[in-house]
Each structure stands twice: as C-alpha cells, then as structure tokens.
C-alpha cells in the first residue's frame, strides 16, 4: 500500500486548502489508487472521501476510474442502506407494538451530528439496547422476524437472517440479502447506576422520514461514541472513520454548552468515561480536523496517564494506516491501563498467539448439499489461515515495537525525575 497517499487522503479532511490538495493527489498514478483500494474501503473513508472531493470542487484531480469506483460505490451504498433503513423502521414498529422498553443506538441515530448523509457510511448491522427483563420479548419478534441467534455474550446478543455468511470485497457495497441486529443489554437489569449510566432512564427521539423512534439523548450518544472508540483502540482494529464521525459530532455540537455541561457531570462520577472521552478525543484530534476543542475535553486530554498520551501520539496514526485486520499495536496501550503487570503480561502472551480457533465466520441454519457445504469448509479454512498470518506478521512486529515503546516510557520517567 502507497502510504503517502493514504496520508495524503487524511489530509483532505484536515484543512480545506483545496489548491495544496488537488497539487498533491495529482501526483499519484492510477496504479497508486488501485493500492490502497482495500484499505479505503476497511476503514470506512472511501465514500467520505468522495464525500470530501466534492465539497472542494477537487474530483478532476483523481483519475476517472478512481472517481467512477466511488461513485459506483456510492449508488451501491445508498441502495443497501435504503434497505436496511427500511428493515431498521420494520423492527422499531414490531419494538413498539409489544411495548419493549429500548432505545436505537449507533447506526443511523448518528445522523446529522456525526455524518450528513446515511449512505457515506458503511453499515453492516442494527443496534439496540433493551431492558434486561424485555430481552425475552425481544428475542421471540426478531425469530418473527425471519432472524435467528448466531451469537451471545454477557451483554450482547447477534442474530441473523439467512443469507450469504461471507460478504466478497467485491460486492462490500451492495445490497445483501442477510440482515444482521445486536441486540445489547445489561445483566444487572433494574440496578439504578447502571440505568443511569446505560441511558433508558434518558430516553430521547429521533424523526426519520416524519416516523420518530426512540434513541438516547446528545449526551449518552456522544459517550457512547467515545466508549465505542475507545473499547477500539484497545483491540486489533479501529476503523478510520469512527474518528472522523466522533470529530465530526465535536464540531457539529461545539457550541452546545448544555451537552458538555451534561458531558462534564457524567465524566466527574464516572472515571472510565473520562478515560474514554480524553482518549477518542485525543486521538481523534490527531487525525482529524476539529475547529474548537470545547473546554472540558481539553480538560479530559490533559487528565489522561501520560502514558496513554504516549501511546496516542505514537501510534494513533499508524492504526488508521493498518490494513484490516488490523495490528497488536493496541497491547501496548492495555499494558498502560493495566495497574497489574503480571496480569497484564499473561492477557498480552495470550492475545499475541491465542491457542484457541477463531469465531466462525459461516452459518448453515439449514440444511445444504454438499457443494455448499464445501464452500463453507474453504470459507472457514481461508479465514483460519488469514488470523494465523496476521497473528504471526503482527506479534513480530509487536515484539520490535515494544522495545522502542519501553525506551520511550524510559526517557520519559527519567526526565520527570
């Protein structure tokens, strides 16, 4: 992959001196595109970035073909999304008539504070969050529905609709006949600080094409974001664009002082938030362009560990430059977080070889011949040999970053001293 171009692309959403962008996307061949194709689709930005082209006047700078991919993908996009919006107004309406106490979340409810239009962003499911004791309830609409259970957590539950299990890059951006919804919760169901903390005791209300569903308040959306962010960071991958939605949200709401004011009480009883909200912002700000930095999170980026400082100036950068699936490079900021380092050793050993299988990543909810059966075989093996290279390649890499990562820590301490 061409990075310069890639840093290139970032630096469009940084300032709006089209001159100095156009001089340097002309510089780039066809070939040099073609390159960082999967990487501009994996992380989100390839239909903000047209998004962005046209807002400069600048499309006349990429070549055609560049320029015709995206707008195919665009047309692809808006399509899918039209149909996931739809499903998206069917499962409110089924929510709604069975009384189910919930809210939507992420997704579409991020319009227009951190995206303009639904079909920039690459949605792959729909999210909500239901009242522990409804999730029974829920559970038995969604098999109505056609969906099914194809995975559970402590907290979260996924289902699906029978379909293609396996999405081709080829057809990343166009309508799939699989539907897929979260279906989030919480395990200590009536307890008060958690309520207050999880947000359907602060339910708000979306209007989408004159229907309104419920969602959660500027406040909870916006620390949702950061959570959502942050749990990113501290994993093998954070798409791109996640931070560009969360910069964009900062500078639809600069000047909404009742939202950071509700923002500045929750991260005062709440420390992980504060952790959470300083570290996306910080990190966001790095890479995007963000006009005016409200006052408390300024105050949120300067309460950060200096070590988690570190790690975001360091290496914010070259997360979003990862090509899926990511990297390792996130285990250094859990060995910051982490007060136990023993702890911390055994769970990063762990992560950089796991000794067990990956998640599968097909599902036969029916019977099949055994032609099919095959391509779900090879869709398993080509899966399982993709996370055993990228487990090799990239706890290597991690191996010889962590001794700069432990000289810099170093130079650090002693300069305190």
């Excluded at 320029?67 to 107004?89: H, V």
């Excluded at 962010?229 to 639809?252: G, P, Q, Y």
Aim: proline fraction near 3%; hydrophobic fraction near 40%.
């Amino acid at each position: 992959m061409n990075h310069r171009l890639a840093e290139a692309v970032i630096e469009t959403f940084q300032t709006v001196d089209m001159e100095s962008h156009s001089d340097h996307l002309a510089t780039f061949s066809y070939s040099a595109w073609v390159g960082i194709y999967d990487w501009l689709d994996a992380s989100g930005l390839a239909l903000y970035f047209l998004e962005r082209l046209q807002s400069l006047g600048a499309e006349d700078v990429i070549p055609p073909r560049v320029l015709g991919r995206l707008k195919q993908n665009y047309a692809d996009n808006r399509k899918k999304t039209d149909r996931l919006f739809q499903e998206f107004i069917q499962i409110n309406n089924e929510f709604r008539k069975e009384n189910i106490s919930y809210v939507n979340i992420k997704g579409f409810t991020l319009i227009p504070d951190a995206c303009t239009d639904l079909a920039l962003r690459y949605q792959l499911d729909l999210d909500f969050f239901v009242a522990f004791e409804d999730s029974p309830l829920c559970d038995r609409v969604l098999e109505r529905l056609g969906y099914f259970l194809t995975g559970s957590g402590e907290s979260v539950k996924e289902f699906k609709t029978a379909g293609e299990n396996v999405p081709s890059i080829k057809s990343l951006y166009k309508e799939k006949g699989q539907q897929c919804v979260e279906i989030h919760f919480d395990r200590a169901g009536g307890n008060a600080k958690v309520a207050q903390k999880n947000d359907l005791s602060r339910p708000s209300a979306q209007v989408f094409e004159g229907i309104a569903v419920p969602t959660l308040s500027d406040c909870d959306r916006f620390l949702l974001q950061a959570r959502h962010l942050f749990k990113h960071l501290k994993s093998e991958w954070t798409r791109a664009s996640w931070m560009l939605e969360f910069a964009h949200f900062i500078n639809f709401h600069r000047k909404n002082e009742t939202l950071w004011r509700e923002v500045e009480a929750q991260m005062a009883v709440d420390v992980e938030i504060k952790l959470a909200v300083g570290t996306a912002t910080l990190a966001s700000k790095r890479s995007f362009s963000i006009a005016e930095l409200p006052q408390v999170l300024s105050l949120a980026v300067l309460s950060l560990p200096s070590q988690v400082s570190i790690w975001v100036e360091l290496y914010s950068r070259k997360i979003i430059y990862a090509r899926f699936p990511g990297t390792k490079l996130y285990l250094l900021l859990r060995c910051a977080l982490a007060a136990d380092e023993t702890e911390s050793s055994i769970h990063q050993f762990r992560r950089l070889l796991p000794l067990h299988r990956p998640a599968r990543v097909t599902i036969a909810n029916k019977p099949v011949n055994i032609f099919a059966r095959l391509n779900l075989v090879n869709d398993e093996l080509e899966y399982f040999f993709v996370r055993l290279r990228f487990h090799l390649e990239q706890s290597f890499n991690y191996l010889m970053e962590a001794i700069r990562w432990k000289r810099r820590i170093a130079s650090v301490q002693d300069l305190q001293l």
